[in-house]
């Protein structure tokens, strides 16, 4: 008797229905006849709540012993229909959601949001407000880097370095908190410009921060870089070639671990990158350990660019001075009557921008991260389509797992970072 | 993108039927869906353009009657630094168009988030499935006709 599952099942049942995730994973050579019990195939369920999936990512994970023959990821537990209520809402009501997209670098999505409005409306920021939302995306740059570096070792059973990493964070969090008053979700970008400015006591404790940081960094790489435990976890896994990763449409450091020298902020420059110097760190491996590698250089990076703009950032206005278009100071609103009217305005219409299409993006911590806009001229937008790098990257999940071993699978979804609330939208 | 590149990318798909509008900046090209495969092929294998990676599938209900749906996919050639939107224009009713996923393997998952979100049917694609929302879901949430609170009892409670 030589029968699949599926196949004993529907004699017994014949009304039995097979769920379409599960005809996705079963191919020809995968649906294998046995006779022992031990020679079979086996289906495992990873997940939504599983620790090492870094969030609500289900995976369904067809086994041969113990490796990976097939996977298919599942997503949609944290699908809030973002794209659906940006239609309900105006312009500047989204700009909270944009903090629960990535919510571990939520002030690069205040930033990527507010520029991709500002192109919409043809809007120019003044020097004051692109430096600060320099140096607010870099900071939260390193705020993602460190968890994707601090849970990529613990998923490997290093715990100290994770605690490392997530105290530095910590101050990059009670950093925000000066800035703008709120240490997670912090809704700092306004259309043309920030929210408020940064105080000389939060450049001083931000320039106090990136002189320690490196230091401290060093501490944990060395506790981690020389672990003869980590690099055989990582050093070949997850390889995924150069074309298949340009095939697959992958961003970011995963990207750039393949060799290819691909970043917005080189290649499509923004806000005030190309004033400031600095390097795009590549490797050619394209396994999990070229990932760690590119992670943690881009680390120094941001760094070396957080300091460039402590240096140059000039005196001035942090908003433009377009009053129909940007929200006024709240004590101007409450004295004066031309403001008063343009804060009635916007908060109950909207800015209203040109009838149009737009597409803008920035190169946040995992990649490309942009917002297709279209207007119909009214306040709210017709149509808002987030391009979510997490959601790309995801797509490499498969391929990256053929044939690895179940224990590798935690240190590929480790170097992928996927964070779900922008997968999910 | 230059007038010189453009010039170039006009005189490699001058056989043919396109048109040239421009995104805020970025070009963009209304396609035929009767060739998109073939014109797909030029872009993707041709020397002088070679826009390798897709990096985004963007479909939108223009609640119009003539030509509701649209699909719009961003491009960008990775050598020459370039960017451009591929157009195509859906029928109103039962939207449907080739598969892009044979040329660039990453429309896969974007073109089920297509078929999600706004029931554009795929043909040739491997794997059309939902992407978010549950499989024996009924509706397709961004279109413009779904309302935003939702369609009360829709997705069945446990234990009713």
């Known amino acids: 008797m030589s029968n699949t599952v599926y196949q004993d099942l529907k004699e017994k049942d014949p009304n039995i229905k097979k769920t379409k995730i599960l005809e996705a994973l079963e191919t020809e050579d995968l649906s294998v006849s046995f006779t022992d019990a031990l020679d079979n195939e086996m289906v495992l369920n990873m997940g939504p709540q599983h620790p090492a999936t870094h969030g609500v990512l289900r995976l369904l994970v067809s086994l041969d012993g113990e490796t990976v023959m097939k996977c298919i990821p599942e997503l949609g537990y944290l699908h809030r229909g973002y794209e659906k209520l940006a239609e309900a809402s105006t312009y500047h009501e989204f700009i909270p959601h944009t903090d629960r997209l990535d919510y571990l670098s939520p002030m690069a999505n205040n930033v990527a949001y507010a520029q991709a409005v500002e192109k919409l409306i043809h809007l120019e920021i003044p020097e004051r407000g692109k430096f600060i939302r320099v140096i607010i995306a870099e900071l939260a740059r390193i705020q993602s880097h460190l968890l994707a570096i601090g849970a990529l070792v613990m998923d490997i059973g290093a715990v100290t370095p994770f605690l490392w990493a997530i105290r530095e964070r910590e101050k990059i969090l009670d950093l925000y908190d000066t800035i703008c008053g709120a240490r997670f979700t912090t809704s700092y970008t306004r259309i043309g410009g920030v929210a408020q400015d940064i105080s000389d006591e939060g450049l001083a404790g931000i320039k106090n921060f990136i002189d320690e940081f490196i230091a401290n960094l060093n501490e944990m790489r060395d506790l981690v870089e020389r672990n003869k435990i980590f690099i055989v976890r990582c050093e070949g896994i997850g390889y995924l070639s150069k074309e298949d990763c340009i095939e697959l449409g992958l961003t970011g450091p995963l990207l750039r671990a393949a060799g290819v020298s691909r970043d917005l902020r080189k290649d499509d420059p923004y806000l005030v990158y190309d004033k400031l110097d600095f390097n795009i760190p590549t490797y050619n491996q394209s396994d999990c350990l070229g990932r760690y590698y590119v992670r943690v250089e881009e680390l120094i990076e941001s760094v070396k660019i957080i300091r460039q703009c402590l240096e140059k950032i000039p005196q001035g206005p942090h908003n433009t001075l377009q009053t129909k278009k940007v929200l006024p100071k709240k004590d101007r609103v409450y004295t004066k009557m031309e403001e008063l009217i343009h804060d009635f305005m916007i908060i109950n219409f909207g800015v209203n921008p040109p009838a149009g299409e737009s597409y803008s993006a920035i190169e946040s911590s995992k990649g490309e991260l942009g917002f297709y806009f279209i207007s119909d001229g009214s306040g709210n937008p017709f149509r808002l389509k987030i391009r979510a790098p997490s959601f790309c990257n995801l797509q490499a999940l498969a391929p990256m797992m053929k044939n690895c071993m179940i224990s590798d699978t935690v240190v590929i979804i480790g170097s992928v970072d996927p964070v779900m609330g922008e997968a999910d939208k | ?160």
């Not at chain 2, 209304?30 to 002088?48: G, P, S, T």
């Not at chain 2, 549950?134 to 279109?143: D, F, G, I, V």
Request: net charge negative.
């Open chain 2, 1 to 160: 993108m230059t007038e010189e590149k453009l010039n170039l990318l006009k005189s490699k798909l001058q056989n043919y039927n396109v048109e040239y509008t421009d995104t805020n900046g970025t070009p963009a090209l209304y396609i035929n869906k009767d060739d998109i495969i073939e014109i797909c092929k030029v872009l993707k294998n041709d020397n002088d353009l070679k826009f390798n990676l897709l990096v985004d599938a963007i479909s939108v209900d223009r609640f119009v009657k003539k030509n509701r749906f649209e699909m719009f996919y961003n491009l960008v050639s990775i050598e020459y630094n370039q960017r451009i939107f591929l157009k195509i224009k859906l029928e109103s009713h039962d939207p449907e168009m080739q598969s892009l996923s044979q040329i660039w393997k990453s429309a896969n998952w974007y073109e089920r988030e297509a078929f999600d979100m706004m029931g554009i049917k795929f043909t040739n694609h491997p794997d059309l499935r939902r992407m978010y929302m549950p499989e024996n879901y009924e509706y397709n949430p961004l279109k413009k006709d779904f309302p935003l609170m939702g369609i009360p009892d829709s997705i069945p409670l446990p234990n009713k």
